[in-house]
């Protein structure tokens, strides 16, 4: 069989979340289901024209429940079974599908495969699902091919009808069926009546090179949040934690933060005991810019590093990650200033 007539080979990886659930007759609440059922609502799926495979974890998890474990969990079937798909769909509840594709972009170093994510907003078995759609389509995206390569070689997300680089996405509606946006990078691909792929703005890898796998994360690491009237009580709890290793700042506008003397000094105290912070703005749009206001340029001076125009997810993440690889703090700074898989636009 040639290499255009192959029916391409998905595998569909049933982590957890809305998609497969069913409503629990006595309690009325949400529960999810065993994986089987899935394909009894969408017999559809087997229609796309790929050889797809399932495999389901063996309990079913909500995405608030998901974290570096079940990361490493995804990250070892899709290692394990690297060589035998051409991609792979990843169902997730929506909740935290952008820290999952955030963690999974930077475990997979050197992949050349797609791995798209999807779920959905409303159960496969009701009505009105978006699940069905946003499954069919994450397949067939999961599919494509350009020549002898899948069009598709990153860590994405496919909802309602945009596929977008997973580390760039965050959920912006807990109740739309367009739940998730991509602010600062286009999207990669817009599903109307076909598909319609922005290919100037698809990840390449420079060099095709084995997967490389990583799969521990370090945890010693905090999201500060900054608001109006915080307290020194609290930046100084936060800061002082134990075995504290990195902070992602969530800082006002391009990157600025309070100058109250006790704010400077706790921030200063931090970078000089080793502690890594990364400034990213709370802002949906745009890049953090220390040198634009005195609010900003305290930080930099004080040795807080940019996380531009990154998303609290990819950051948190990206630390997490690097801190598990055992890198020295200055190491881990330096990589958070790169993007290493196109999660940031480093000006
Ligand atoms: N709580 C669910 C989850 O994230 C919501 C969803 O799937 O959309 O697992």
């Not at 087997?46 to 490493?72: K, N, Y």
């Not at 069926?177 to 991509?182: K, L, P, T, V, Y």
């Not at 305290?298 to 993440?317: F, K, M, P, R």
Request: overall charge negative; proline content about 5%.
């Amino acid at each position: 069989m040639n290499d255009k007539t192959r029916q391409a080979s998905i595998l569909l990886i049933y982590t957890g979340g809305t998609i497969g659930m069913v409503q629990n007759q006595e309690t009325g609440r949400l529960e999810p289901f065993n994986f089987q059922c899935l394909l009894q609502h969408i017999p559809e799926v087997r229609e796309v024209g790929c050889r797809i495979e399932t495999v389901q974890f063996e309990q079913p998890l909500d995405s608030a429940d998901i974290g570096p474990e079940a990361w490493a969990r995804i990250a070892r079937l899709i290692s394990d079974h690297y060589a035998a798909y051409d991609g792979f769909v990843v169902l997730h509840g929506t909740d935290t599908m952008a820290f999952t594709a955030s963690a999974l972009s930077f475990m997979l170093e050197n992949l050349s495969k797609p791995v798209i994510l999807t779920g959905s907003q409303l159960p496969l078995g009701m009505l009105r699902t978006d699940g069905k759609e946003n499954l069919l389509t994450a397949i067939e995206i999961a599919a494509a091919r350009e020549g002898d390569f899948p069009l598709i070689e990153e860590v994405c997300i496919f909802f309602e009808n945009d596929l977008m680089r997973g580390n760039r996405t965050s959920k912006t509606g807990a109740d739309n069926f367009n739940a998730f946006h991509s602010y600062n990078y286009p999207a990669l691909a817009h599903a109307g009546v076909t598909i319609q792929y922005n290919r100037p703005h698809l990840y390449r890898p420079i060099l095709r090179k084995p997967l490389k796998p990583h799969f521990t994360f370090d945890t010693h690491v905090a999201l500060l949040k900054l608001y109006p009237g915080i307290s020194p009580r609290y930046v100084e709890t936060v800061l002082g934690m134990e075995g504290l290793k990195g902070v992602v700042l969530e800082t006002f506008g391009s990157g600025n933060a309070p100058s109250a003397e006790w704010f400077v000094k706790l921030i200063r105290e931090a970078v000089e005991k080793g502690i890594v912070i990364v400034n990213i703005t709370q802002c949906q749009t745009g890049s953090v810019e220390m040198q634009r206001y005195e609010t900003g340029l305290h930080l930099q001076e004080n040795g807080v590093i940019s996380g531009y125009d990154s998303t609290t997810e990819a950051t948190i993440t990206k630390l997490m990650f690097l801190f598990g690889l055992g890198l020295s703090p200055d190491e881990v700074k330096e990589y958070m200033q790169c993007a290493l898989a196109g999660e940031m636009s480093v000006p």
